[in-house]
Nanobody, 119 residues
Framework: QLQLVESGGGLVQPGGSLRLSCAVS????????IGWFRQAPGKEREEVSC????????NYADSVKGRFTISRDNAKNTVYLQMNSLKPEDTAVYYC????????????WGQGTQVTVSP
């Protein structure tokens, strides 16, 4: 059974950092792209970043470019989202999703992890 589990969320002050992890099981990460998304209260879900199956191609939303870095360790079946210089507007529930390609419909989703950026 395909499963994605996010972790690493929490409360951090503005300017701080967090690293989110997306641990996958039930399939080999070698064949899947992974996307990170976020949804703040009252707002639509936003794609934050995506990494292809090999890790050779990444995409970022303009709002996080230069601050967030996506990476993957296929041997550990885990994808990471390093978030630096966090701002209050980064507060949201963060989700990871899997599909064959970035830009897909995203067939598989995790349950999400809360990130709160506040003084």
């Amino acid at each position: 059974q395909l499963q994605l589990v996010e972790s690493g969320g929490g409360l951090v002050q503005p300017g701080g950092s967090l690293r989110l992890s997306c641990a996958v099981s039930g399939f080999s990460l070698d064949y899947y792209a992974i996307g990170w998304f976020r949804q703040a209260p009252g707002k639509e879900r936003e794609e934050v970043s995506c990494i292809n199956n090999s890790g050779g191609r990444t995409n970022y939303a303009d709002s996080v470019k230069g601050r967030f870095t996506i990476s993957r360790d296929n041997a550990k079946n885990t994808v990471y989202l390093q978030m630096n210089s966090l701002k209050p507007e980064d507060t949201a529930v963060y989700y990871c999703a899997a599909d064959l390609l970035c830009g897909s419909r995203w067939a598989y989703w995790g349950q999400g992890t809360q990130v709160t950026v506040s003084p």
